[in-house]
């Protein structure tokens, strides 16, 4: 299993920390399930505090699970009661992170499965294309469809990927019933070159995060 502590929470790019050598990134439209999914994956009940006011995380949060590795969870995009200026801050912040961040290895995008492929998803897929990077869509919340209904959103999900011209892998995820955790879990650990199946003993950070989502 992936075992990850806090570490530093940034609020600028200039400030991102220089002792890393890969990360790799969780985005997703606000109340999405972005929060529930890094703690699934990364066995730790509030390492990503899931707020019932979604939107709420402004700042980049780096979470490590082995030496010079991280995982990163950025701001949740699109949440209509942010005041119009704080939402282009966030967008920013989300940007210039993943435009000129050489350490990002790969994104990992939280999609709800009942509501998956939005606009704004399609505006970020549409931008995060011409990196070249990895990418990786969990859509989330499948405990609430039926197993027909799962696979029946997984099969037009990857139809419409594929229409974007994008590549890229997807998967149906569950936080409450651990649903596809295990083949989320294998995608970082290639993107962060570590060892299948064995957990990464962090030391450890000193600080909380200043933010919430």
């Known amino acids: 299993m992936l075992n990850a502590s806090f570490y530093i929470t940034v609020a600028r790019i200039a400030d991102l920390p220089q002792d890393s050598s890969a990360e790799v990134a969780f985005a997703g439209r606000s109340n999405a399930g972005k929060s529930s999914a890094i703690n699934t994956i990364a066995h730790y009940k509030r390492l990503a505090f899931v707020s019932k006011t979604p939107g709420r995380t402004q700042h980049l949060n780096f979470f490590r ?56 998803d399609k505006r970020l897929l549409a931008w995060f294309r011409v990196t070249g990077k990895p990418l990786h869509i969990l859509l989330s919340k499948a405990d609430k469809l039926t197993r ?52 990464a003993t962090p030391d450890g950070g000193q600080k909380k995060p200043s933010s919430r989502e």
């Open 65 to 120: 699970v082995a030496e010079q590795r991280f995982l990163v969870d950025l701001p949740g995009y699109g949440f209509a009661r942010a005041p119009l200026e704080q939402q282009r801050g966030w967008q920013g912040l989300i940007g210039g992170y993943l435009e000129s961040r050489p350490q990002l290895h790969g994104l990992i995008l939280i999609m709800d499965s009942r509501h998956p492929f939005t606009d704004l």
């Open 148 to 199: 027909s209904e799962g696979l029946s959103t997984l099969r037009k999900a990857q139809g419409q990927l594929a229409e974007l011209a994008i590549q890229g892998s997807i998967q149906l995820f569950s936080s409450s019933k651990r649903t596809g955790v295990d083949e989320a879990e294998a995608v970082i650990r290639g993107w962060l070159n570590l060892p299948a199946g064995k957990p």
